[in-house]
């Protein structure tokens, strides 16, 4: 298995639907991200969790919502969203405490509002 | 706050070409820096990276050295394939923080 799989891989949701992206690390890491990346804009974070306790939201609309049961599972829950959150919505984990660990990846939600 | 900087793309270049890639940064501490790419459709993935001063990362031909003197960790490739066409982008961390910083991303073409 890949360390940090995301799913599904590509969504295409109405805006008055509500869907979830999922993403799950096997690495055993106690860190995890959401990252949003538009075309042409700097990748976003979004949000962070550190042993499963959220420690920042860079003032992300409440349409997001995150949740993360556990160390291994991130979730992002999506609600009422505009067309303009269309984008790469990208996931990933490091190892906090033991040094400056690099983040490892996912491959990416490609989420398409309509 | 902790910031990088690297050049504005995109770059086109054609193969068995001379790459750089610039990137400087800012930092209250001594970070680690890194390079990651991602080609089309695909997640970031880490291609080297330098934990301290003078390090030298380097994977698949390309290298980068952490410079104190300065702020800087340059991409470089010696000959540029095809299959290294890609966004590359330079990224930072600080010890003690989790919030990993990076830059705008630099949008690599190679020509055959």
């Known amino acids: 298995e890949t360390g940090v799989t995301q799913t599904p891989r590509h969504l295409v949701m109405g805006m008055t639907n509500k869907k979830s992206l999922k993403c799950e690390q096997h690495l055993g890491h106690n860190a995890m991200y959401w990252y949003k990346q538009s075309a042409k804009k700097p990748l976003e974070l979004m949000f962070v969790y550190n042993f499963k306790e959220q420690t920042e939201n860079n003032s992300v609309p409440s349409r997001f919502s995150p949740e993360c049961p556990n160390s291994s599972h991130l979730f992002l829950h999506l609600h009422t969203l505009q067309p303009e959150d269309s984008a790469l919505y990208l996931c990933?984990?490091?190892?906090?405490?033991?040094?400056?660990?690099?983040?490892?990846f996912g491959q990416g939600t490609r989420l398409t509002v309509v | 706050g902790d910031s990088v900087t690297q050049m504005e793309g995109p770059v086109t270049l054609s193969e068995e070409a001379f790459l750089t890639i610039n990137c400087t940064y800012t930092a209250t501490g001594y970070p680690s820096l890194f390079w990651y790419v991602q080609y089309p459709g695909e997640g970031l993935q880490l291609l080297l990276k330098a934990t301290k001063a003078d390090d030298k990362g380097s994977n698949k031909g390309f290298e980068a050295t952490y410079r104190k003197e300065t702020t800087s960790f340059h991409l470089e490739k010696g000959s540029v394939q095809v299959s290294d066409s890609a966004v590359y982008f330079c990224?930072?961390?600080?010890?003690?923080?989790?919030?990993?910083?990076f830059g705008a991303g630099t949008r690599l073409t190679v020509k055959p």
């Open positions: 990224a930072l961390i600080t010890r003690g923080n989790n919030d990993m910083r």
């Open positions: 990933a984990s490091s190892q906090v405490g033991q040094g400056n660990t690099e983040a490892f």
